[in-house]
């Protein structure tokens, strides 16, 4: 079976531009998780989504935004980026809620 | 005090050695607990959850203490392997904020 795929895996944007990640999840998966993960910190909960409803938000700004799909894919959107947002965007997929997740390889964003 | 705090380390242990972390959280209501295992510059990986009643999987151990507000992990007979960093996940009844811990660095040296 097929893990939790997302892309792109790297990504390099400049201050104030606009950045889509993609995230698709493990077949039966219908709950979504976004996190950052700055270099020596552990990954902070940004958004969980399930059955295509926002359920769990973290404390990043209204610059950051996230949706699902019917397929149970989603994508995550931050705005106006600023330097401060490059780290490792992790998506984790879980049967339902916050159990046991299942994290992508990430996708590694630099601002600069 | 932070929500769930972990000593970052490195603990650095030879191959066989007995190691053990801690991971406090703050929260009282909290009801699920996780360990999981990140390598450099990866994903990370379930671990094991840690039930009440503790949980074992062959040289991990896992433990509550509800009393004192910690869950611990426990690994017997270390491979070089195991060097990565163990991070804990706590998620509080009735929100679906996972909170994780910075992480504490294990390296196992021959």
């Known amino acids: 079976d097929a893990g939790v795929t997302q892309s792109p895996t790297h990504l390099i944007k400049t201050r104030g531009q606009q950045v889509t990640l993609r995230c698709s999840p493990i077949?039966?998966?219908?709950?979504v998780s976004w996190y950052q993960q700055v270099l020596g910190q552990g990954p902070q909960f940004i958004f969980q989504y399930y059955e295509k409803e926002e359920r769990g938000r973290g404390n990043f700004p209204d610059r950051f935004s996230a949706r699902q799909f019917p397929n149970y894919s989603s994508e995550l959107n931050v705005n106006a980026l600023l330097l401060g947002d490059s780290a490792l965007y992790l998506c984790a997929s879980s049967l339902e809620g916050v159990n046991e997740q299942f994290f992508g390889p990430g996708t590694r964003l630099t601002v600069l | 005090r932070k929500e769930v705090e972990q000593d970052p380390g490195p603990f650095n242990v030879p191959e066989g050695a007995t190691v053990a972390f801690n991971c406090t959280y703050s929260n009282s209501a909290s009801q699920s607990f996780f360990w999981y295992r990140q390598d450099c510059r990866k994903e990370p990986k379930l671990l094991m959850s840690?039930?009440?009643s503790g949980n074992e999987d062959g040289r991990f151990t896992a433990q509550l203490n509800r009393a004192s507000q910690y869950i611990s992990l426990l690994i017997r007979d270390s491979k070089l392997s195991d060097s990565a960093t163990y991070l804990c996940v706590v998620n509080s009844g009735g929100s679906y904020i996972p909170t994780f811990g910075r992480g504490t660095s294990l390296i196992v040296h021959p």
């Open positions: 840690v039930y009440s």
């Open positions: 077949s039966g998966h219908k709950s």
